[in-house]
T-cell receptor, first 114, second 113 residues
Framework: KAGVTQTPRYLIKTRGQQVTLSCSPI?????VSWYQQTPGQGLQFLFE???????NKGNFPGRFSGRQFSNSRSEMNVSTLELGDSALYLC?????????????FGPGTRLTVL | SQQGEEDPQALSIQEGENATMNCSYK?????LQWYRQNSGRGLVHLIL?????REKHSGRLRVTLDTSKKSSSLLITASRAADTASYFC?????????????FGKGTHLIIQP
């Protein structure tokens, strides 16, 4: 099976712009989660989608949003970018989202905000 | 917020030696997972241990879990240069099964050839 894929791998934006990142989960996986990784805050949970519904959300401002499509692919959007949004954004998928499921991560999208 | 705290923050050993990393967490968990990350790339899943398990093995990896002390350890035996990476523990809390993973800040492991 192909792993989790994320596009684009690298992105450079300027403050105030918006950005959309994409994630394709492992075939058959219905849960997709997003994480932000920064040197200062480490890895932090953004949100999880399951069957096109946001099931859980981390402590991030409303500028961070996401959605999931019927084929389980997911996108996350960040509006009005700030310098502090520069980070590695990781997507993870798992079959059902039940706690016994292992989460498999993609390679990440490195976002730089200038 | 960070739940897991790995110890040590950095570890440098000679190839062939064993490496032990520890993780502590604060709240009740359903399971605990260990991940490896090479140079800011994606996370590679190593092993998942459930809250009712005490020890688990996978190849050169051995993980223990002590829920009474809210701690876990990862042992890598016979280390190799390719094991150089950052290692993270992550907990999946008791939140109905739909909570995100809570990660520690990681242990940076360097294997000297």
């Amino acid at each position: 099976k192909a792993g989790v894929t994320q596009t684009p791998r690298y992105l450079i934006k300027t403050r105030g712009q918006q950005v959309t990142l994409s994630c394709s989960p492992i075939s058959g996986h219905r849960s997709v989660s997003w994480y932000q990784q920064t040197p200062g805050q480490g890895l932090q949970f953004l949100f999880e989608y399951f069957s096109e519904t946001q099931r859980n959300k981390g402590n991030f401002p409303g500028r961070f949003s996401g959605r999931q499509f019927s084929n389980s692919r997911s996108e996350m959007n960040v509006s009005t970018l700030e310098l502090g949004d520069s980070a590695l954004y990781l997507c993870a998928s798992r079959p059902t989202g039940y706690y016994t499921d292992t989460q498999y991560f993609g390679p990440g999208t490195r976002l730089t905000v200038l | 917020s960070q739940q897991g705290e790995e110890d040590p923050q950095a570890l440098s050993i000679q190839e062939g030696e064993n490496a032990t990393m520890n993780c502590s967490y604060k709240t009740s968990i359903n399971n605990l997972q260990w991940y490896r990350q090479n140079s800011g790339r994606g996370l590679v899943h190593l092993i998942l241990i459930r809250s009712n398990e005490r020890e688990k093995h996978s190849g050169r990896l051995r993980v223990t879990l002590d829920t009474s002390k809210k701690s876990s350890s990862l042992l890598i035996t016979a280390s190799r240069a390719a094991d150089t990476a950052s290692y993270f523990c992550a907990t999946d809390g008791r939140g109905g099964g739909a909570d995100g993973l809570t990660f520690g800040k990681g242990t940076h492991l360097i294997i000297q050839p």
